[in-house]
Structure formats: structure tokens, C-alpha cells
């Protein structure tokens, strides 16, 4: 009688009444038979509305009237609070991995996507060539492959986790508004059937409110310290493959090194790696491996390493920010680099034109959400009272962006 179960938090989900962004973080509520409000904001009434959120856009999950934005945050959070993220930190960060390698998908495919959705303008058969089918014939077969070895039915382990929900829904829009376009991935589809026909999935289906798949795919939901709850009894051994440069390998061996660990730093020359290519993943680095097992995608292995040691969050709700920040960087990340690839000589261009059409745009619209959370954290960190690893992530960013264009930060001090 002394000891009250906890009580359950309450959740309110605010985002439009449309599937997209929030449908992967509804059916994992629902999966785990948690109840929330389902809080679905009409156009009308956003413009009221977006001052009151973090980042200025939805979803936003608001926990016991504390907000969480970035969708793949929220996702994760809730999955991570109720079984549904991975039952061991590996499990966890191959669910990670998968759901940062959809979003590499998206990215291509919703070039196509959103004219077929009547989103934007344009020649849909000819961005279907030129995007549509090459996305789907670069992300599928690694799904297929992750299916087989997996072995279950589900993307990770024995059972679903938010990743399959994400990839599920995904699949049925697009089986939906292109009939045949899957068809030459016939494990994708059934794997989609499989996830819709849970019970808890399947009555959600039949029941939720109508609405068209919207196209604005741009999730976050990667998770946090939920790894702690799973420490590790030694000290497994690191190994670090990427190319010899800075790149997307300087985060992970930065929080290698501020958790005061050691790994083998593995430097693969561009000769030595067509051969290396295919024992990776997905095809790509950085790859982590932990005693001979591989990590993929440069996030999920930075949060990985992060959530083992200590450098991920205090509380699964400062966890939650850890990720929603690393998101918010990533959605800068993708339309800053049409102007900074060009400043490191990666491709050809105007580079003042791109500097005025991306660059400086893209700087303006996310370095005051930086300079908002930093005064409202108010410790000189990103989140709580002391670094993480959305912390080495932004002052990595931060610092080669000062030293390549002199001058460009200057009006954001904080950063």
C-alpha cells in the first residue's frame, strides 16, 4: 500500500489532421496501448499555434505539458518508454540506423512523391525515372536484405518496433497511389501486411479519422537512454571505419573520445574501398563495429556510443531533446550543403548564388533555434547541465563552418 504504481503521463499529440509526420508516432501509442490525445490542428489554426512550439513546425508530442518536437524524437521517445524500440542497445541502434536510412530515401524519393501527391508542379513520369525509381532500387533491397537476416518477419529482432510501423505505413500509401511500384520487392509488401494485421494496428486502421497519406516525410525518432537500461558487463571493443577525413566520422570518434574510450580508428583509402563496400550494410560509412558486430548510420552510431556512456541524456525526456536537436540539425544540414559543398570544392556552381539561395537562408531559419535553446537551457549546453552528443555534434558543425567561410556565424555569438 505504500508504493503507488507510477502514474501515466499525460500525452497530447498536435499535428495536422493528416497522416505523414504523425502516423508512425499514433500507431506506436497505439501498439503500446497508451492512451494520448490526439490533438489534429487545422490549417487555420497553425498560424496561431507555431510561435508556441520549439521549432516553429509539428508534430509535437507535449509530456505532462513539456514539449518534445522532431517527429523521429517523439517517435523514439515513446517507443523507448514502452518496449518498442529495440529489447537490447544494439537492437536499438540497428532500429536507429533503419529509420535514419528511410529518411536517406525520402530524401531522393519525395522529389517524385510529392508530384504525384499534387504537392508541387512538374512532369511526374519524369521525376519518377529520374528519382522515383532510383531511390526505391537503392533503399528497398537493403530492407529485403535486413528481412531475411533478421528472420522474423519484422526489420529487428522478434518483434515490431516503431521502424517497422514507419516502413509499414510507407509501403501501403505507396502500394495505394502507384499499384506495382513494389512488386519487384514482394518481402517489403508482405512485411507491410504483416505489421498492419496487428490487432492494436489493425483496428487503428480501421477507426482512425480519414485522411489522405501526406507527403511531407521528414520524421525523427531516434532514441536515447533507453540503452541504460542494458549496460554492458565489459568493455566491448570498438572498431571505426570511415574515410580518412573528417567528414561524417569526426562526431562518433569526438564521443569515442569524451567518453575517455578506446577504438581502432580505421581509415579506408578511397583505393581500398569498392572491395570494403559490400562487407558494409548499406554501402556506405561510417560503420561501427562492436565486437565484430556493424553499426551503420553515422547518427545511430553516435547515439549508440552516446547512450552507453552517459553522454545522451540524463532523463528520457532530455534524451528526447538530444534527438529532436540532432533532427532539426539534419533538416538544416540537407539544404546548407547545397551552398557548403561548393565552399569545399565538392562540386561546381556559383557559389555566391548559392550562398544567397541556400546558405544564408538556411543559417537564418535554424541558428536562432540554436541561440533560443542555449539561453533557455541557460547552462552554455545544448541540453541539461552538461555535454552531449548533439553538443560535439553543433560545435563540430559550428566550428568548420567559421573556419571555411570567415565571418558567416557572426551574428549568432552563442553558437
Do not use: C
Amino acid at each position: 500500500q505504500n508504493h503507488r504504481p507510477p502514474v501515466m503521463p499525460a500525452y497530447k499529440l498536435y499535428y495536422f489532421p493528416v497522416r505523414a509526420l504523425g502516423e508512425a508516432i499514433r500507431q506506436t501509442f497505439k501498439l503500446a496501448e497508451v492512451e494520448f490525445e490526439d490533438v489534429r490542428v487545422p490549417a487555420e489554426e497553425w498560424a496561431a499555434l507555431k510561435d508556441k512550439t520549439p521549432f516553429g513546425q509539428m508534430p509535437v508530442l507535449e509530456v505532462d505539458g513539456k514539449q518534445i518536437p522532431q517527429s523521429f524524437a517523439i517517435a523514439r521517445y515513446v517507443a523507448s518508454q514502452h518496449g518498442l524500440a529495440g529489447k537490447t542497445p544494439f537492437e536499438a541502434a540497428w532500429v536507429d540506423a533503419l529509420a535514419d536510412q528511410w529518411k536517406d530515401f525520402q530524401n531522393e524519393f519525395r522529389n517524385y512523391w510529392y508530384l504525384l501527391m499534387g504537392f508541387r508542379e512538374g512532369d511526374a513520369e519524369a521525376a519518377k525515372t529520374e528519382h522515383g525509381i532510383p531511390a526505391r532500387d537503392k533503399f528497398y533491397p537493403i530492407i529485403v536484405k535486413q528481412l531475411k537476416e533478421a528472420g522474423s518477419g519484422f526489420l529487428v529482432g522478434d518483434s515490431a518496433t516503431w521502424v517497422d510501423l514507419l516502413l509499414a505505413d510507407q509501403t501501403a500509401a505507396i502500394k495505394k497511389e502507384v499499384p506495382g511500384f513494389l512488386d519487384a520487392y514482394p518481402e517489403v509488401l508482405a512485411h507491410s501486411d504483416k505489421v498492419r494485421a496487428i490487432p492494436q494496428i489493425a483496428k487503428w486502421i480501421e477507426t482512425r479519422p480519414e485522411s489522405r497519406f501526406h507527403p511531407n516525410f521528414a520524421p525523427e525518432l531516434p532514441e536515447h537512454s533507453q540503452y541504460s537500461l542494458f549496460p554492458e558487463p565489459t568493455m566491448p571493443e570498438y572498431k571505426l571505419y570511415y574515410f580518412p577525413i573528417r567528414g561524417l566520422g569526426e562526431v562518433p570518434r569526438q564521443i569515442l573520445a569524451l567518453a575517455d574510450v578506446k577504438f581502432e580508428n580505421v581509415g579506408i583509402t578511397k583505393e581500398q574501398w569498392p572491395e570494403f563496400k559490400s562487407k558494409t550494410p548499406f554501402g556506405q560509412m561510417p560503420v561501427l563495429e562492436v565486437d565484430g558486430k556493424q553499426i551503420p548510420q553515422s547518427f545511430a552510431i553516435a547515439r549508440y556510443v552516446a547512450s552507453q556512456h552517459g553522454l545522451a541524456g540524463k532523463t528520457p525526456f532530455e534524451a528526447a531533446w538530444v534527438d529532436a536537436l540532432a533532427d532539426q540539425y539534419k533538416d538544416f544540414n540537407n539544404d546548407f550543403k547545397k551552398f557548403f559543398y561548393l565552399v569545399l570544392g565538392f562540386g561546381e556552381g556559383d557559389l555566391e548564388a548559392a550562398k544567397l539561395e541556400h546558405g544564408i537562408p538556411a543559417r537564418d531559419k535554424f541558428f536562432p533555434l540554436v541561440v533560443k535553446q542555449l539561453k533557455s537551457n541557460g547552462t552554455g549546453f545544448l541540453v541539461g547541465d552538461s555535454v552531449t552528443w548533439v553538443d560535439v555534434l553543433y560545435a563540430e558543425g559550428s566550428s568548420r563552418v567559421a573556419h571555411e567561410v570567415p565571418g558567416f556565424l557572426d551574428d549568432y555569438p552563442e553558437v
